[in-house]
Protein backbone atom coordinates (compact mmCIF):
# COMPACT_ATOMS: atom_id res chain seq x y z
CA UNK A 1 0.00 0.00 0.00
CA UNK A 2 1.35 3.57 -0.92
CA UNK A 3 -0.32 6.88 0.67
CA UNK A 4 0.27 10.22 -0.96
CA UNK A 5 -1.08 12.96 1.66
CA UNK A 6 -1.21 16.35 -0.02
CA UNK A 7 -3.19 19.80 0.66
CA UNK A 8 -0.91 21.60 3.24
CA UNK A 9 -0.03 24.93 2.62
CA UNK A 10 0.01 28.59 4.27
CA UNK A 11 -2.87 29.56 6.03
CA UNK A 12 -4.18 32.82 8.82
CA UNK A 13 -4.71 31.64 11.85
CA UNK A 14 -8.21 31.22 11.98
CA UNK A 15 -8.59 29.90 8.49
CA UNK A 16 -9.22 25.83 7.27
CA UNK A 17 -7.36 23.18 4.82
CA UNK A 18 -8.44 19.96 3.91
CA UNK A 19 -5.43 17.38 3.47
CA UNK A 20 -6.12 14.43 1.54
CA UNK A 21 -4.31 11.09 1.88
CA UNK A 22 -4.88 8.86 -0.91
CA UNK A 23 -4.16 5.13 -1.61
CA UNK A 24 -3.02 2.95 -4.01
CA UNK A 25 -1.17 -0.82 -4.45
CA UNK A 26 -2.97 -3.29 -2.64
CA UNK A 27 -5.64 -1.23 -1.38
CA UNK A 28 -7.42 -4.45 0.33
CA UNK A 29 -5.51 -4.38 2.89
CA UNK A 30 -6.51 -0.86 4.20
CA UNK A 31 -8.12 -0.88 7.65
CA UNK A 32 -8.07 1.86 10.12
CA UNK A 33 -6.35 5.15 9.45
CA UNK A 34 -4.71 8.00 10.62
CA UNK A 35 -3.03 11.36 10.73
CA UNK A 36 0.06 12.56 12.77
CA UNK A 37 1.49 15.63 12.62
CA UNK A 38 5.47 16.63 13.73
CA UNK A 39 5.92 20.40 14.55
CA UNK A 40 9.88 21.33 14.51
CA UNK A 41 12.09 20.29 17.38
CA UNK A 42 8.99 17.96 18.84
CA UNK A 43 8.17 14.37 18.49
CA UNK A 44 5.27 12.72 15.88
CA UNK A 45 2.48 12.89 17.52
CA UNK A 46 -1.35 11.26 16.59
CA UNK A 47 -3.85 14.00 15.77
CA UNK A 48 -6.75 11.71 14.92
CA UNK A 49 -7.26 8.10 13.64
CA UNK A 50 -10.57 6.53 12.48
CA UNK A 51 -11.34 2.96 12.13
CA UNK A 52 -11.76 0.57 8.89
CA UNK A 53 -15.66 1.51 8.26
CA UNK A 54 -15.37 5.32 9.27
CA UNK A 55 -17.74 4.88 12.71
CA UNK A 56 -15.41 5.57 14.69
CA UNK A 57 -12.88 8.01 15.21
CA UNK A 58 -10.87 9.88 18.02
CA UNK A 59 -8.69 12.94 18.39
CA UNK A 60 -5.93 14.49 20.20
CA UNK A 61 -7.46 16.93 22.82
CA UNK A 62 -5.60 19.73 21.21
CA UNK A 63 -7.75 19.51 17.93
CA UNK A 64 -11.03 18.30 18.97
CA UNK A 65 -13.90 20.50 18.05
CA UNK A 66 -11.56 22.18 15.01
CA UNK A 67 -10.63 19.07 13.07
CA UNK A 68 -12.51 16.11 11.19
CA UNK A 69 -11.39 13.47 9.81
CA UNK A 70 -13.35 11.42 7.29
CA UNK A 71 -12.68 8.80 4.53
CA UNK A 72 -14.17 7.53 1.33
CA UNK A 73 -13.64 4.25 0.30
CA UNK A 74 -14.60 4.26 -2.88
CA UNK A 75 -12.08 6.65 -3.47
CA UNK A 76 -9.70 5.39 -1.49
CA UNK A 77 -8.95 8.27 0.88
CA UNK A 78 -8.94 9.87 3.55
CA UNK A 79 -9.61 13.74 4.98
CA UNK A 80 -8.79 15.81 7.45
CA UNK A 81 -10.73 18.75 7.65
CA UNK A 82 -9.07 21.62 9.86
CA UNK A 83 -10.74 24.67 11.12
CA UNK A 84 -10.01 27.33 12.84
CA UNK A 85 -6.57 26.58 12.39
CA UNK A 86 -4.01 28.01 15.37
CA UNK A 87 -0.23 29.06 14.94
CA UNK A 88 0.44 25.57 17.43
CA UNK A 89 -0.91 23.55 14.53
CA UNK A 90 1.95 24.31 12.50
CA UNK A 91 3.83 20.70 11.59
CA UNK A 92 4.50 18.30 9.16
CA UNK A 93 1.19 16.47 8.72
CA UNK A 94 1.69 12.76 8.03
CA UNK A 95 -0.52 9.68 7.05
CA UNK A 96 -0.52 6.55 8.31
CA UNK A 97 -2.57 3.42 7.58
CA UNK A 98 -3.16 -0.25 9.51
CA UNK A 99 -4.09 -3.41 8.42
CA UNK A 100 -6.59 -3.47 11.98
CA UNK A 101 -9.98 -3.02 11.20
CA UNK A 102 -10.55 -1.55 14.54
CA UNK A 103 -9.01 2.23 15.28
CA UNK A 104 -5.32 2.18 16.30
CA UNK A 105 -4.55 5.35 18.47
CA UNK A 106 -0.83 4.59 19.14
CA UNK A 107 1.95 4.49 16.40
CA UNK A 108 1.72 1.14 15.35
CA UNK A 109 0.77 1.69 11.66
CA UNK A 110 1.77 -0.80 9.08
CA UNK A 111 2.02 1.75 6.00
CA UNK A 112 3.10 5.78 6.20
CA UNK A 113 2.76 8.34 3.61
CA UNK A 114 5.11 11.62 3.18
CA UNK A 115 4.67 14.45 4.85
CA UNK A 116 2.80 17.62 3.78
CA UNK A 117 3.36 20.75 5.35
CA UNK A 118 1.13 23.18 7.53
CA UNK A 119 1.89 26.52 8.68
CA UNK A 120 -0.16 28.74 10.05
CA UNK A 121 0.78 32.41 10.37
CA UNK A 122 -0.33 35.14 13.47
Known amino acids: VQLQASGGGLVQAGGSLRLSCAASGRTIDLGAMGWFRQAPGKGRELVAAINWSGSSTNYADSVKGRFTISRDHVKHTMYLQMDSLKPEDTAVYYC????????????????WGQGTLVTVSS
Open 96 to 111: AASQSVTIVTGQRYDY
